[in-house]
């Protein structure tokens, strides 16, 4: 590793929480950083605040009054003279106001470009630069629509199913998949509904749903000096409700040249972008081997770990170098080796549809062993609420192959201890996937998890009538 020089920034906030919090600070503690952590009033006796050089207390337990309210962020950047912000994921990391408000008051966002995340953060808009750069995109509408007539007429012309999706959505939240035209108005009518209270913004569009499509996505880095590479794909395709819970790297059971066509893709439109920093690039891979963009992700990912552990890769110091002005390690396009995959533990109850639960942490005993890494801010005596994601811990594993790497993280989930009153994980349930098949043999799509889901419930409520 490079030693520190002086065009890396001094001081950086870190205006985020969690896991994700302690691991911005680490990699700053390696380069030197000193680092301003800001924390809510539920926040108080978070494990991250004392990896932080500095805390500021920024507001109470509601995020719109603390973690997604720029005025206390930006004034705590500023009273403790900090020249960066990094926004971790969530919150305010796609926010291109935000990142704007950083420029103006001289501070440097740890992202890209508010044009940039004006852009891509639009999915109508990320769908149209895409097109227009000769990537495939899914039948659709050509943007937001707020007719619920123009919407079915785009819904009737591709056919069913469809998929309506919020203009500003993010997270697996604000859609809607619609197999009927008779659902298609009240479908519609719901889905801009939740698009206004989750995102601040009614916009919605139409998209031809897939079926039994996977999830691949690619992880770019780039830089102010033109440099733009590919760091591999991730399949994400084991989710609850579309939203993530396994990612693994590289993407199992599709052809070499396959991945590689979706590579480039993913480098051709974060060039056409002006993209810079550490981006996703999202696809959807359909059972005839067809790729399609459907987003980017203008920021860290949450499954960012899964392509540090096959390319050596630092993530966070390629982002601080990248926004410091620096370019991009001459590493950083080093080749893939071997397989990871990542098991997000949530505290939520899988028998009740993953409902998040909430309690204190009585007990937390994470596992170790070779090639095993657990990102997390647990302890115990830590409460998990309401309050903010149920995201508990990362637990990521490395193997020389798929095989081995499926066996050592059933053994770390095995081994993962965590326990107390009211408090429920999905450890079980994640571990049922690992042993599902479908996944064992890479055939698995975007439909498992939920398939499984129900087939559990099914099976408590059967238990409990008899």
């Given at each position: ?301 949450v499954e960012h770990p899964v392509t540090e552990m096959v390319t ?91 095989d081995q790497a499926i066996s050592r993280m059933d053994r770390a ?54």
């Open positions: 590793m490079n030693a520190p020089g002086p065009a890396l920034f001094s001081s950086v906030l870190i205006a985020n929480r969690g896991e994700i919090a302690l691991r911005v600070a680490r990699t700053c503690r390696e380069l030197g950083i000193r680092t301003v952590m800001v924390y809510s009033e539920a926040d108080r006796d978070s494990p991250a605040l004392r990896l932080a050089d500095r805390t500021v207390l920024i507001g109470p337990a509601a995020a719109r009054r603390s973690y997604l309210y720029p005025p206390a962020i930006l004034e705590a950047a500023l009273g403790a003279g900090a020249e960066a912000v990094h926004p971790g994921y969530g919150f305010l990391s796609e926010d291109a106001d935000f990142a704007e408000m950083c420029r103006a008051e001289g501070l440097r966002f740890i992202g890209p470009p508010a044009e940039v995340i004006a852009a891509l953060g639009d999915k109508t808009q990320a769908r149209a630069l895409a097109a227009a750069g000769g990537l495939p995109v899914l039948p659709g509408s050509a943007g937001a629509l707020s007719s619920g007539q123009a919407a079915k007429d785009v819904a009737d012309e591709i056919g069913y199913p469809v998929i309506i999706k919020a203009a500003a959505g993010g997270g697996g939240r604000g859609m809607a998949v619609v197999d009927d035209p008779a659902d298609f108005a009240r479908a519609f009518a719901e889905t801009r509904v939740s698009a206004q209270a989750v995102f601040g913004d009614a916009r919605v569009y139409v998209e031809k749903y897939v079926r039994g499509a996977r999830h691949v996505e690619v992880q770019v880095l780039a830089d102010l000096h033109g440099n733009v590479v590919s760091l591999g794909e991730r399949d994400c395709s084991v989710q609850r409700r579309r939203q993530k819970l396994i990612e693994e790297s590289p993407a199992p059971g599709l052809a070499p040249e396959l991945t590689a066509a979706i590579g480039e893709a993913a480098v051709s439109c974060a060039r056409a972008a002006g993209y810079v920093g550490a981006g996703t690039f999202e696809f959807l891979v359909d059972g005839a081997g067809r790729f399609f963009f459907i987003e980017a992700n203008c920021r860290i990912q050596g890769v630092d993530l966070v110091r390629e982002q601080l170098r990248v926004a410091a002005g620096l370019p991009l390690d001459a590493g950083a396009g080093a080749a893939a080796r071997g397989v990871s995959i990542e098991c997000r533990v949530n505290t939520e109850d899988p028998g009740r549809g993953f409902l998040p639960t909430a309690g204190l942490i009585e007990e937390f005993v994470p596992p170790g062993g070779p090639f095993t890494r657990v990102d997390t801010h647990g302890v115990p005596g830590v409460r998990v609420g309401a309050d903010y994601d149920s995201l508990l811990a990362k637990v990521v594993v490395w193997a020389p192959d798929r989930l095995e081994e993962f201890r965590v326990s107390g009153r009211g408090v429920c994980t999905t450890i079980g349930f994640l571990r049922e996937v690992l042993a599902h098949p479908s996944f064992r043999r890479a055939e698995h799509d975007t439909s498992l998890a939920d398939e499984m889901s129900s087939a559990r419930q099914r099976t408590l409520q059967d238990a409990n009538r008899s």
